[in-house]
Nanobody, 118 residues
C-alpha cells in the first residue's frame, strides 16, 4: 500500500506564499497522475492542480495563474507552489496519486491545513 505524506501547510497572510510537498513511500506511483485537492467544510474536495507522469498539467479554475505544480520522479514527490494567496484559499489540502487506467489505483494523503488570514 502506497503512503503519501504532505508537508508545508500553515498560516500565511493574504498575498503571501506557501510551498506544499508530498512524498510517496515507493516508486510504484511513477505511472500515476499526482495532484492536489482542497476541501472546505461542507463541500466536496475540488481539484487544485494535477500533473501526469508525462508532465501534462491541469489546474482548477480558481487556482490557475497563482499556483504552480511540479513533480520530481527521482524522489517520488509532487510540489505545489502557492503564490498571491487569498483568504478563500483556506482549507485542507490533500495529495493524491491516481492511475485512471487498468490496473486502477487511487491513494490519498492525510491532508495539511492551509489558513490564509491576517
Amino acid at each position: 500500500q502506497v503512503q503519501l505524506m504532505e508537508s508545508g501547510g500553515g498560516l500565511v497572510q493574504p498575498g503571501g506564499s506557501l510551498r506544499l510537498s508530498c512524498v510517496a513511500s515507493d516508486s510504484s506511483i511513477r505511472s500515476h497522475t499526482m495532484g492536489w485537492y482542497r476541501q472546505i467544510p461542507g463541500r466536496q474536495r475540488e481539484l487544485v492542480a494535477e500533473v501526469t507522469s508525462g508532465g501534462t498539467e491541469k489546474y482548477g479554475e480558481s487556482f490557475e495563474g497563482r499556483f504552480t505544480i511540479s513533480r520530481d520522479a527521482r524522489i517520488h514527490a509532487v510540489f505545489l507552489q502557492m503564490d498571491s494567496l487569498k483568504p478563500e484559499d483556506t482549507g485542507v489540502y490533500y495529495c493524491r496519486a491516481v492511475r485512471r487506467y487498468l490496473p486502477r489505483s487511487d491513494y490519498w494523503g492525510p491532508g495539511t491545513q492551509v489558513t490564509v488570514s491576517s
